[in-house]
T-cell receptor
Framework: GDSVTQMEGPVTLSEEAFLTINCTYTATGYPSLFWYVQYPGEGLQLLLKATKADDKGSNKGFEATYRKETTSFHLEKGSVQVSDSAVYFCALSDGGSQGNLIFGKGTKLSVKP | DAGVTQSPTHLIKTRGQQVTLRCSPKSGHDTVSWYQQALGQGPQFIFQYYEEEERQRGNFPDRFSGHQFPNYSSELNVNALLLGDSALYLC?????????????FGPGTRLTVT
């Protein structure tokens, strides 16, 4: 079945460092891809999305490009802040009229001042 | 504009008991999905409700059941609770006409089974 694999954490960076969190997927169809962020004690917030190959999702300085040839959707940010400390989840929608989301296990990011 | 709301925030139950969790979708949304998030894991899909019917279901036993009301709000019921049911239960809502499968999540209900 469809699945998402993302890099194991935790990831610890200094403020203003460059961030990459790798995400690859397996899907039989043409899924939509998402990054969600979960701050401590909270639910999930949609960070960005891409619905077809070569689409680039972006929000709050974060970017990810839907790469069909490598089945990847890596999350990047040029300069992280302490406030970016959270758990990041890569997810895909398995299609259908309102496809359910399939999540990776999450990557915890800690940014030190 | 109120987002997705869930109640209660926290709940402690004993093995074998039954529990009901509630969710109100974001204004304008008509579809509700439920997810279980165990500690340190990604959310796992339980089921989805649309037009008051279960439209999709994940790999969860029949002990997990749900309901959607005419105002689109939803309940998740879990019978015969097991220790392994301890988790954060997330409700997500979406609009069937959006076409982008974009789901908005509530803050979750933390269920502890002792």
């Amino acid at each position: 079945g469809d699945s998402v694999t993302q890099m194991e954490g935790p990831v610890t960076l200094s403020e203003e460092a460059f961030l990459t969190i790798n995400c690859t997927y397996t899907a039989t169809g043409y899924p939509s891809l998402f990054w969600y962020v979960q701050y401590p004690g909270e639910g999930l917030q949609l960070l960005l999305k891409a619905t077809k190959a070569d689409d680039k999702g972006s929000n709050k300085g974060f970017e990810a490009t839907y790469r069909k040839e490598t089945t990847s959707f890596h999350l990047e940010k040029g300069s992280v802040q302490v406030s970016d400390s959270a758990v990041y989840f890569c997810a895909l929608s398995d299609g259908g009229s309102q496809g359910n989301l399939i999540f990776g296990k999450g990557t915890k990011l800690s940014v030190k001042p | 504009d109120a987002g997705v709301t869930q109640s209660p925030t926290h709940l402690i139950k004993t093995r074998g008991q039954q529990v009901t969790l509630r969710c109100s979708p974001k204004s304008g949304h008509d579809t509700v999905s439920w997810y279980q998030q165990a500690l340190g894991q990604g959310p796992q899909f339980i089921f989805q409700y649309y037009e008051e019917e279960e439209r999709q279901r994940g790999n969860f036993p029949d002990r997990f059941s749900g309901h959607q009301f005419p105002n689109y709000s939803s309940e998740l019921n879990v019978n015969a609770l097991l220790l392994g049911d301890s988790a954060l239960y997330l409700c997500a809502s979406s609009f069937s006409g959006s076409g982008a499968y974009e789901q908005y999540f509530g803050p979750g209900t933390r269920l502890t089974v002792t």
